[in-house]
């Protein structure tokens, strides 16, 4: 079975500028959740998304975004890019919604100059 | 807010010692993880615990649920250099959302 499929795997944007991440879970796999990681906050919960529904958020503001597809195919959407915005973008994908066993994907780190 | 504290945040160790990472909580978490991230790639769940008092081995490694539920310890006997890297804890609250710690940095010299 192949993994949770992450691109691009790096990324360099510019402030104000805005970017889209995309996530494929693994086949059967119908809940996808992003997290942020970085150095001084660790892994910060975004959003997880069930069969193209948002079902939990996290406390970050409405500059981040996503969607689901039919095919559970997932994007993250950042506007407005600020400098902290730079960090490690994690997607995790689940058989079923709400924690359990998270398989992650290798991430898409983002640099914003 | 469920806030997970990991001690230590770095460890560096000789091949061969052991050592011990802690993941302290106030709060009663339903289950929790363990997870190892190395360089470049995403966290790999190791193990998770349910029960309190569980200890789970893996090989070299030993998981423990506190008997309260809001602390879990991974202790590594005889490190080695393919050791290296992130552990991270994640507590699971009633609704099953992870919380996760802010890890530990093992570095493991040969």
């Known amino acids: 079975k192949a993994g949770v499929t992450q691109t691009p795997r790096y990324l360099i944007k510019t402030r104000g500028q805005q970017v889209t991440l995309s996530c494929s879970p693994i086949?059967?796999?119908?809940?996808v959740s992003w997290y942020q990681q970085t150095p001084g906050q660790g892994l910060q919960f975004l959003f997880e998304y069930f069969s193209e529904t948002q079902r939990n958020k996290g406390n970050f503001p409405g500059r981040f975004s996503g969607r689901q597809f039919s095919n559970s195919r997932s994007e993250m959407n950042v506007s407005t890019l600020e400098l902290g915005d730079s960090a490690l973008y994690l997607c995790a994908s689940n058989p079923r919604t709400g924690g359990g066993k998270l398989f992650f994907g290798s991430g898409t780190q983002l640099s914003v100059l | 807010t469920q806030l997970l504290e990991q001690s230590p945040q770095f460890l560096s160790i000789q091949e061969g010692e052991n050592l011990t990472v802690y993941c302290n909580s106030s709060?009663?978490?339903?289950?929790l993880q363990w997870y190892r991230q190395e360089p470049g790639e995403g966290p790999v769940l190791l193990v998770t615990v349910v029960t309190g008092g569980e200890v789970k081995k893996l090989k070299r490694l030993t998981f423990q649920f506190g008997d309260a539920r809001k602390d879990s310890s991974l202790h590594i006997t005889a490190a080695q250099p393919g050791d290296t890297g992130l552990y991270l804890c994640?507590?699971?609250?009633?609704?099953?959302?992870?919380?996760f710690g802010g890890g530990t940095r093992l570095m493991v010299k040969p």
């Open positions: 709060s009663v978490f339903s289950s």
């Open positions: 994640a507590g699971a609250d009633a609704g099953n959302m992870l919380t």
């Open positions: 086949s059967g796999h119908r809940s």
